[in-house]
């Protein structure tokens, strides 16, 4: 049965709400959010509809639901709902965008070295494109006036992550939107790691594209992404790879003829997972009840928090030096992250290796004390 929630709550009040805090340590948001009773009560709903009305519930409902999570998906980036499509996942849905470009006229895309390896990818297989990489000075961020500069005349997208998976910075982002404006650039924003655990502002960003999905800040489950894409440039777009979703006349079943919708669903394909639109409404609820700048100050303070038991345990941490640039996605240096990771499962402690690092996310509905006990066990798994 969905809560029903009235005015601010405690954090701790929160914490009924994720059931596996019930059962484990769990400090690994930034790879999978922690399932809710929420979600889980409109994934209900959505099974109760199907055993009721069958098929008949795509016109009467559920075509519904994905225009009230795009909706939704809209209001939390300060988008208008026409700019947002649902994808299968951030791969598909940059398959889809990139397949909209002319590369003959300019065949470069410009990308972060510390971004998600799908954005490059994309890239690199299409025939004729250079994909141009820019290094991190710092190993934590990309200076964004190293990445401005490396955009011309040539440069058909540029793409930066707004949250880097690999070191948890926040990413500043305007001198790389400017340049690529002044060049006549696309301007791409990986936000899969930043949705629901840091503000998104579209225009603050200057971004022309972002994408970003449900499964892990914003702790409703795989299945799902969503792209959104400036006004302007949803009518300049084509793309080359489509489907039946991004047919005005979908419901005409015409295979005779074939014109795009007006909107962001132009960059949609086939049937989304009806599952995951239910469980990221259902998230999203608490998102939005929580409010993302107070989620975003709560996990701020526990990330000051754990650098602090870190450092105190001699820990290093590999991170942006200031507050206001790091996220809660921390990085702890380990010689075997992956037998740390196995030590602390079996103290109950969930957290995440990537090589050569212990990767650690606590979220709003994390506590101090289990901060303390990652860091308490961790410790003396060394000793
Ligand atoms: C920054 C970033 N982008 C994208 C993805 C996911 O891509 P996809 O939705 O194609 O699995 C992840 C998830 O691991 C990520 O951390």
């Not at 596996?20 to 399932?35: E, T």
């Not at 793409?159 to 006549?184: E, K, L």
């Amino acid at each position: 049965m969905a809560l029903v929630y009235l005015g601010a709550m405690e954090w701790s009040e929160w914490r009924a709400e994720f059931p596996i805090l019930q059962r484990r340590n769990y400090l690994n948001s930034c790879s999978l959010g922690a399932l809710s009773r929420s979600a889980l009560a409109r994934v209900g709903t959505f099974h109760d509809e199907w055993h009721t009305y069958g098929a008949s519930a795509w016109y009467e409902i559920w075509i519904g639901r994905l225009a009230e999570l795009r909706s939704r998906v809209a209001r939390m980036i300060g988008a208008r709902d026409p700019e947002v499509a649902l994808a299968a996942s951030t791969s598909s849905a940059l398959s889809v965008l990139g397949s909209a470009f002319d590369y003959t006229q300019r065949n470069r895309v410009v990308v972060a070295a510390l971004d998600f390896p799908t954005v490059a990818y994309q890239w690199m297989v299409r025939p004729g494109v250079e994909v141009v990489r820019i290094p991190s000075d710092d190993g934590v961020s990309i200076d964004p006036e190293r990445m401005a500069a490396a955009i011309d005349d040539r440069t058909a997208i540029v793409s930066v992550s707004h949250v880097f998976f690999t070191t948890g910075a926040i990413q500043q982002t305007r001198p790389i939107a400017d340049a690529a404006r002044r060049h006549g650039a696309f301007f791409l924003v990986d936000a899969y790691q930043s949705a629901g655990q840091v503000p998104i502002d579209v225009t603050a960003l200057g971004a022309d594209a972002l994408v970003t999905g449900p499964l892990k800040w914003l702790c409703g489950g795989p299945g799902l992404a969503y792209l959104w894409v400036r006004d302007e440039w949803i009518h300049a777009l084509r793309p080359g790879i489509t489907g039946w979703f991004a047919a005005r006349d979908q419901f005409d079943f015409d295979i005779d003829h074939f014109e795009f919708k007006s909107d962001a669903r132009r960059f949609e394909l086939g049937t989304p997972a009806l599952p995951t639109v239910h469980s990221a409404l259902g998230a999203q609820d608490i998102i939005a009840r929580t409010g993302i700048v107070r989620i975003r100050e709560r996990t701020s303070e526990l990330t000051q928090h754990l650098l602090l038991r870190l450092a105190e345990h001699g820990f290093a941490v590999h991170g942006a030096p200031e507050p206001a640039d790091r996220s809660a996605l921390v990085m702890v240096p380990h010689p075997d992250p992956h037998a740390a990771v196995r030590h602390l499962a079996e103290n109950d402690i969930i957290v995440d290796a990537r090589p050569g690092y212990v990767r650690v996310s606590p979220h709003f509905y994390n506590t101090h004390d289990e901060l303390d006990h990652f860091v308490q066990v961790l410790a003396t798994a060394r000793s």
